[in-house]
Nanobody
């Protein structure tokens, strides 16, 4: 069965950086796109970043464009989210997600992703 396990969250001051990791298991990682989403208290889950199965295509939410970078290492079955210039409004639980279909473009809608990690908390203090 597919498992996604996030790590790397924590408490950081505004302007700082964190790198999140998401380790995948249970299927051939390199065949599937991956995404990062986040959910702040009292708000709906929102799209953060997407990366294609090959890593050749990425998409970012406008709110993080230029500050966050999504990448993947298919040899390590891991997707990363490098977060720089963090702001207090980035505070949320961050989730990695994957579609159920291989070589599929799930886009930015959470409903197109079938597998989710447990989430990792990111807190940015002002």
């Amino acid at each position: 069965q597919v498992q996604l396990v996030e790590s790397g969250g924590g408490l950081v001051q505004a302007g700082g950086s964190l790198r999140l990791s998401c380790a995948a298991s249970g299927r051939t990682f390199s065949m599937y796109a991956m995404g990062w989403f986040r959910q702040a208290p009292g708000k709906e889950r929102e799209f953060v970043a997407y990366i294609s199965y090959s890593g050749g295509s990425t998409i970012y939410a406008d709110s993080v464009k230029g500050r966050f970078t999504i990448s993947r290492d298919n040899a390590k079955n891991t997707v990363y989210l490098q977060m720089d210039s963090l702001k207090p409004e980035d505070t949320a639980v961050y989730y990695c997600a994957a579609p159920g279909r291989s070589y599929y473009y799930p886009g930015t809608e959470s409903g197109q992703y079938d597998y989710w990690g447990q989430g990792t908390q990111v807190t940015v203090s002002s």
